[in-house]
């Protein structure tokens, strides 16, 4: 990540949507810079010529700066905009990937269709998205107004409850993109963050068929790793979280089922790993105010231990 994306990530797009953002954040910039340099000059000027005795002609430079430039500025603006927007598409391009994401208090919940089953895999706060494919995003909440918004990628996109809006973002190029929820939605609104993951078409592939099958915890210590399923189970977990083929039903929260494989946990706050984890388990309200899980901190040493280990082998 570039010292640019991460100071103005408009400015270093990765995809065509964001690029033409891009563009257009540059016109304006360069003219409001040589407008304001021009204004500031015509000042000095003005002022330079009356304290010699000489006269400004003020009325002309006020019909001309004041009316018409303005004039002719906007409307070529408002023009040129136009001609830059992207085309708004009411049916996702034919080799368009269709995604849908909701809001919700205060993480993503994003779904997949199954390309070999047609049946719908759920993850979280982690978009993941193939190179050079236009993703076509179908974008709701589950209750109040959040907004969508991964500026390296594209524009921002209200998430309405009880309507669909759509948004068609590309990368071209892999890269870890931070999105951000962006309409004020609550206590943990600014915590509510998510991060697109672009990734050459044949990974992707593989990804999705493997966030296609139920948890498989394969591993040498399967001793140990049984003991934080039943920590999982007796502090019931499967109340909000699903674990697929191991505890199904509920979408209160994030699906758990790869939780493993993801970058990041608690909606982009935290980097995922086991000491970030155990933060997490233990002082949820500390990390993110306001998010609806319970803290674990009643926990004794050896169960949070083998809880995190098994949510770590989740991938
Ligand atoms: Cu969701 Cu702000």
Known sequence: MSLA???VPVLSPAGPAA???AEVS?????????LFVGTMALLAWALFRKRRGGEVRSLW??????????LVVLTALFFYSLHRAPPWKAVPPADALVVSVTGRMWWWEIRYRDPVS??????????????GRPVYLGLSSAEVIHSLWIPELGGKMDMVPGRVNHLLLQASRAGVYRGQCAEFCGEAHARMALHAVAMEA??????????????????SSAVSLQAGRAVFEGQKCAVCHMVRGVAEGSKLGPDLTHVGSRLFIASGTLKNGPLEMKQWLARVHEVKPGARMPSFARLSQGEMDALVQWLGALK
């Open 202 to 219: 044949g990974e992707f592939d593989a990804w999705l068929a493997g966030q296609a099958r139920p948890a498989v915890v394969s591993s």
């Open 26 to 34: 540059w016109v304006l910039i360069t003219g409001a810079t040589l």
């Open 19 to 21: 690029q033409a953002i």
């Open 5 to 7: 994306s991460t100071l």
């Open 61 to 70: 430079w006020l019909a001309g700066g004041g009316l018409v430039l303005p």
């Open 118 to 131: 047609g049946a719908t895999i759920a993850t979280a706060n982690e978009l993941r998205m193939p190179v």
